[in-house]
């Protein structure tokens, strides 16, 4: 059960779950709809690939790039290309050329009016070329210096004479741009070889004057700080600075809590050592005692009516209170002085540490400045000296670049007159069979497609369907987990989860109503009839029973005005199970619910309300195992408890005798007298049908009982589909029917 605002039991609060999507429950749940998307998709796409499916053919024409060739003419060693990478990228660079707009071109007017195989009749020049810079199949073949140019086309004809023409427009521009362009080159390598010359003095005159600047010779990486020693000997002497202060400020605080502890003890005992050590006051005390001594001695000759005894005695008194007084005075004059001279010992102590504290942080501050100043220098002449290294660095990389320049230079006066690297190896044929067809590939896609819709469609189907299904749609609807979920009684194995979850649901009421002595009472009501709320009430009050809590079922919904309800007829008539399934196979989620028979009406509920019967006389009692039964009476025009006083009359009296009542209440949308009812018991159990309760439905009858506020609030989801061969709730009842098949196997050998 679930508190109406809170939660008393003090579990920690539940995460409300999201949509839940399980696929296999969705495919044995939608599996029609999945055969006929998947049929309907599938059979579209065949005529669809056999009319767009064409065959298609394909030839190439197979060219080299060298890898090594001779320079010039003037020496017969080759050169070859230095890496793996370099060559590769002569490659793609052959490649990308092949596909020029200008080779293209001059490929297409070479054909003359053969161009016409390629460009259509109302299609642009530079729109043909464009589609050919598309169509053409241009690839290194791998662990080879070979690269194909293909074509693919339907007509087999045509490819030869495209793909060759391509060949040959690329040929001659190859062995155009060998040596094309060479003064233009040159000059341009001038060019940049002068701009960097200026580039390299000007970085020199910057390195040299950045070295001027900071004393140096030269920069190189790793050199080490010259102000670096001196900042780590300025750190240690500042964390030795340190160390000393918080000792100092240790010292500080340990001897104020020693002062502390010192001022708490007394000097009373030293005070009487020298208030008893006091000379003018052991002069005085002696005198006084001198003087009393007289008077005593005086007073032994007199009698005690005498006047002058009277007088000596009160002069002994007056002594007395003297002396006293005077050891007093001067007992609180020497604490005084001994107090002031205890503090004044423990100022100067103070003071001494207090300096002591005060000069080693001074000391920390002072070198706790010259190390920041320290840290600032350093930075400084890190900051120039790495502005030196890449300057330097700047410089060396003009320098390379400077020669990488002049090394080309002399490369391209030397290769004038070297022979080219592009060679042909074989040009394009015609093709004597298509190479693909084009229809399977098509018919395939459209198998794909429709397999992937057959596995969406029930998803999405599940996904958007607001209906609840799972205790999990419950809960996310409820705000709070329902107490239990009640199956459909299909068979053997659904009859023993429904059993288990049946007692779930009792011994969490009972859990409930332990938290109190006091008898209680809940009520048990659904959102329309028809949801089996009735069979689910009764069931439920026999297994609280045999738990031990005396309860009684008070039925208030005027649809069951019976209350002689055979016991036989709350158990499953399983030959009627079997034959209810086979007239309808095809629905796994019919929801098989044992049938409550009933007999003529007898004395219930109406009858107390009205006083025309006494409780003992409507009570159905049916044993020590079995719950106990109020009917709802026998006045058919009774359909409103309208009378709401009298009825909690009538729940006191009852409660008297059963630890817990529960109420089979009406429907609550249909009935005002379901939220007052619901106000005076001590909880609400509602019963939720399961694919058949609308969602706004639930909720406006989960804000009825918020209004009418009972204690605590369940839920139960009833009639929970058990699908075969999967899901986790098919799976758990039959373990749970293997489990009692086991165990009643091992009792039978036992015995």
């Known amino acids: 059960m679930s508190p109406a605002q809170t939660d008393t039991t003090g579990a920690p609060e539940q995460r409300i779950p999201g949509k839940v999507i399980m696929p296999l429950l969705s495919l044995q749940r939608h599996w029609l709809k999945s055969i006929i998307v998947f049929s309907l998709i599938a059979g579209i796409g065949l005529p669809v690939a056999w009319k767009k499916g064409t065959a298609s053919y394909y030839s190439e024409a197979v060219i080299q790039i060298n890898y090594r060739y001779a320079p010039n003419l003037r020496t017969i060693q080759e050169i070859e290309t230095r890496s793996v990478s370099e060559y590769n990228r002569l490659a793609q660079q052959q490649m990308r050329t092949m596909t020029r707009f200008d080779v293209l071109k001059r490929a297409l007017d070479s054909l003359g009016d053969k161009r016409w195989y390629w460009q259509k009749p109302d299609e642009s020049e530079q729109r043909a070329i464009q589609r050919l810079s598309w169509s053409l199949q241009i690839k290194a073949v791998h662990d080879t210096y070979l690269i194909t140019i293909g074509l693919w086309d339907e007509d087999p004809k045509v490819i030869p004479v495209i793909v060759n023409a391509v060949v040959e427009s690329y040929l001659k521009a190859a062995r155009e741009e060998i040596f094309f362009g060479e003064s233009l080159r040159l000059e341009n390598l001038d060019n940049r070889r002068q701009e960097h010359d200026v580039r390299i003095a000007q970085l020199s005159k910057e390195l040299e004057s950045t070295a001027k600047k900071l004393g140096l010779m030269t920069f190189e990486e790793g050199m080490q700080n010259p102000y670096d ?6 750190t240690s002497a500042l964390s030795q600075a340190t160390e000393r202060r918080v000792t100092a400020e240790a010292e500080l605080e340990a001897l104020t809590g020693k002062h502390e502890r010192l001022l708490k003890l007394s000097v009373d005992a030293e005070a009487q050592k020298l ?3 006091d000379r003018p006051l052991g002069d005085l005390r002696a005198y006084l005692y001198q003087r009393r001594a007289q008077l005593i001695q005086t ?42 001279r205890r503090r004044a010992d423990m100022r100067a102590e103070m003071a001494a540490f207090e300096a002591k504290a005060e000069e080693a942080q001074q000391i920390e501050q002072a070198l706790q400045a010259r190390v920041d100043e320290r840290t600032r220098e350093v930075e400084n002449f890190m900051q120039v000296y790495n502005q030196g290294l890449r300057i330097k660095e700047e410089l060396e990389r003009q320098r390379r670049q400077l020669t990488l320049i002049l090394d080309r230079i002399d490369e391209i006066k030397i290769e004038e007159n070297a022979p080219g690297y592009v060679r042909l190896i074989s040009l394009a044929e015609v093709p004597l069979r298509p190479a693909s067809g084009g229809r399977k590939k098509i018919f395939i896609l459209f198998l794909i497609v429709a397999g992937g819709a057959a596995l969406v469609l029930p998803l999405a189907l599940d996904f958007l369907d607001s209906r609840i299904r799972t205790p999990i749609d419950l809960h996310r609807i409820l705000g709070f987990a329902p107490n239990s979920w009640l199956p459909v009684i299909q068979d053997e194995d659904a009859r023993i989860l429904f059993d288990q ?4 649901l009792a011994i969490s009421i009972f859990r409930d109503i332990n938290q109190s002595d006091a008898a209680s009472s809940f009520f048990v009501t659904a959102i329309l009839p028809g949801v089996g709320k009735t069979f689910v009430i009764y069931q439920l009050a026999d297994h ?6 005396n309860t009684l079922v008070l039925s208030c919904d005027p649809s069951n005005r019976s209350a002689a309800l055979e016991a036989a007829a709350r158990e499953i008539d399983y030959n009627n199970l079997t034959k209810r399934k086979q007239a309808d196979k095809t629905d796994q989620n019919q929801k098989l619910e044992p049938q409550l028979s ?3 009406a007898s004395p219930g509920l109406m009858e107390l309300m009205r006083d025309t019967a006494e409780l003992d006389q409507v009570i159905i009692r049916r044993g020590s195992e079995d719950a106990d039964w109020i009917g709802f009476g026998r006045y058919a025009d009774a359909e409103e408890l ?18 817990l009542v529960l109420i089979d209440g009406p429907a609550i ?3 005002a007298s379901a939220e007052a009812i619901a106000g005076i018991c001590y909880g609400t159990l509602i019963i939720v049908d399961s694919i058949d309760t609308p969602v706004r439905q639930l909720k406006r009858a989960l804000r009825i009982i918020e209004r009418a506020s009972p204690e605590v609030v369940g839920a139960v989801l009833n009639h929970a589909p058990l699908f075969k061969r999967s899901g986790y709730f098919s799976q758990l009842a039959k373990s749970l029917a293997r489990y009692r098949s086991e165990q009643t196997d091992a009792a039978s050998n036992r015995s």
């Open 229 to 234: 020693r001196i900042l780590v000997d300025m």
């Open 275 to 277: 208030t008893a050590s």
């Open 299 to 340: 007073m032994s000759g007199l009698k005690p009516t005498h006047p002058g005894r009277q007088a000596d005695e009160l002069e002994i008194e007056q002594i007395n209170q003297e002396i006293e007084m005077a050891t007093k005075d001067k007992f609180a004059e020497i604490k005084s002085i001994l107090d002031e």
């Open 501 to 504: 979850q049946m007692e779930r």
């Open 544 to 549: 609280l029973q045999r738990l031990g809590i």
């Open 598 to 600: 009933s007999a003529p």
């Open 642 to 659: 309208a009378n709401i006083v009298r009825f909690r009359q009538v729940l006191d009296d009852i409660q008297k005798q059963y630890r």
């Open 669 to 671: 949308l249909l009935s």
